[in-house]
């Protein structure tokens, strides 16, 4: 098996993790994990496919929207791409809003039901 078929494979069973971290957030709703879970899925299964179809792409969110265009003009598959962008949109709005640097320079976060 070469390199991109594993890497390929890791990214959809990334992508099934998160799908069944979205499901166990739908009843009731924990909106943070749907859209950060669900987003991340997008991400991955884009990666995974690209990977699998020979489509070149970096680890960065617009190279992943640049990606799920081309799947849809080449596989023919769903274009994702303007969602990939605006769930990364949010999320960057998200993190500058209740994101909070500690001294050890990771993120942590304020009180999310605000």
């Not at 990334?14 to 009843?27: I, S």
């Not at 274009?79 to 949010?90: A, F, G, M, T």
């Not at 500058?96 to 605000?114: K, N």
């Amino acid at each position: 098996m070469n390199s991109d078929t594993e890497a390929a494979e890791e990214h959809l069973e990334l992508a099934r993790t998160q799908l069944e971290r979205v499901q166990a957030a739908w009843e009731p709703p924990d909106w943070l994990d749907l859209s950060v879970y669900g987003f991340y899925c997008l991400e991955n299964a884009v990666m995974a496919a690209a990977l699998h179809t020979g489509i070149s792409l970096q680890k960065s969110h617009p190279s992943k929207a640049t990606a799920a265009s081309q799947l849809a003009a080449s596989a023919g598959l769903p274009d994702v791409s303007n969602l990939l962008r605006q769930l990364n949109e949010h999320q960057n709005e998200w993190i500058e809003t209740y994101a909070i640097p500690s001294i050890s320079g990771r993120l942590s976060f304020r009180d999310r039901s605000c």
